[in-house]
DNA sequence: AAGACGAAAGTGGTTGA
DNA sequence: TCAACAACTTTCGTCTT
């Protein structure tokens, strides 16, 4: 590409659109570009640009230079195909006739009808693009956009999206990932992410997890807190005493049977309290997704057993 | 007046026959 | 498939700060 063209590439950016800062980092491993000030992602996606192998002399280099980049489980056909570019130039940089863009035009469109002929290919298409749109709303990280499109090329394969909405399989995966992962997101967010009902994402959910053979690990209160107490705009001693109290919870064995969100609620609630930056018991209802009177019994509950126990 | 309390009835999911 | 069950919600009247 000439010169010219070249500088119609897109503009690097300086500095982060969320805080304006300019301390921004490019991370290869997981294809970002994160701002340091605040963690926003800036640009995702990148292309290493750099070889993979070292040469040592001229030889080497001729020999070990190949093309290709690298395939990422998030496209349908892992970035393996060639795909017509979006320009309307010739290899000189000069422009095309009109009659010339009417046939690439045509090209292109007939590339992408043969890339997604196979209806498994199509529909793990729109699976791995419904996945980008929820992960985008629900703020996910790279690592379990990642995961949840290689759970759903698993169900594709293992032909367990017979007879099940795509979309259902496709939220369950995101929410599998998500508890492996230890993120705090509730089966009910990544419901309303993916515009499906809760119950539909949680018999696929539990489908999926019986049929793939996974184990999960039921969530603990202590990955809600934190985001709870982020919400409520609290730190450090409220913090520390949440955490505290969670401990001993875990400790003397009252999460059992307990939704996790109530008891996060109910541990915010006390630690704000003890901690003199008290929080309505509805705004942390509004907050964690529970209502007041399940905070009421569950933090009643938890003062009796932890009276005698925490000394904070 | 806002916040907290608790009783009572209702809801949706799990379990075990 | 169905009933029993525990956790949780909704609603509402009352008490406390």
Same mark, same amino acid.
């Given at each position: ?10 503009? #690097? ?27 926003? /992602?800036?640009? @995702? ?85 419904? +996945? ?55 089966? @009910? ?44 705009? /609290? ?9 505290? #109290? ?16 109530? +008891? ?28 007041? /009177? ?19």
């Amino acid at each position: 590409m000439p010169e010219e063209k070249l500088a119609k590439a897109p503009k #690097i950016i300086q500095c982060c659109p969320e805080c304006g800062g300019n301390r921004l980092m490019r991370d290869y491993d997981v294809a970002e570009i994160v701002c340091m000030g605040c963690g926003f /992602v800036v640009a @995702e996606k990148l292309t290493d640009e750099g070889p993979e192998w070292c040469a040592f002399d001229r030889e080497q280099m001729a020999k070990r230079t190949r093309v290709g980049a690298p395939t990422s489980p998030r496209v349908h056909d892992k970035g393996l195909s060639t795909k017509i570019g979006w320009f309307y130039w010739d290899i000189y940089g000069k422009g095309l006739s009109p009659e010339q863009r009417y046939q690439l035009n045509r090209l292109r469109k007939w590339q992408h009808r043969i890339r997604l002929s196979d209806p498994t290919e199509r529909s793990l298409a729109f699976s791995l693009s419904e +996945i980008s749109k929820a992960a985008d709303k629900l703020n996910l990280p790279k690592n379990v956009r990642d995961g949840a499109s290689v759970i759903v090329r698993k169900a594709a394969k293992g032909r367990l999206i017979r007879g099940r909405s795509v979309a259902g399989i496709t939220a369950a995966a995101i929410y599998i990932e998500c508890r492996q992962a230890k993120l705090s997101r509730t089966l @009910e967010e990544i419901a309303q992410a993916s515009n499906i009902d809760k119950k539909d994402v949680g018999r696929d959910y539990r489908f999926l997890v019986k049929e793939l053979g996974y184990f999960i690990p039921p969530p603990e209160p202590a990955q809600y807190v934190t985001r709870l107490l982020n919400q409520l705009n /609290v730190q450090g001693t409220v913090e520390e005493i949440a955490h505290k #109290i969670l401990i001993r919870t875990k400790e003397l064995k009252l999460t059992a049977g307990r939704g996790p969100t109530g +008891i996060a609620a109910a541990a915010t609630y006390i630690a704000s309290y003890l901690g003199g930056d008290k929080k309505t018991q509805r705004e942390i209802a509004e907050m964690a997704k529970v209502t007041e /009177v399940t905070i009421r019994n569950r933090y009643k509950e938890l003062v009796r057993r932890l009276m005698f126990v925490v000394t904070l």
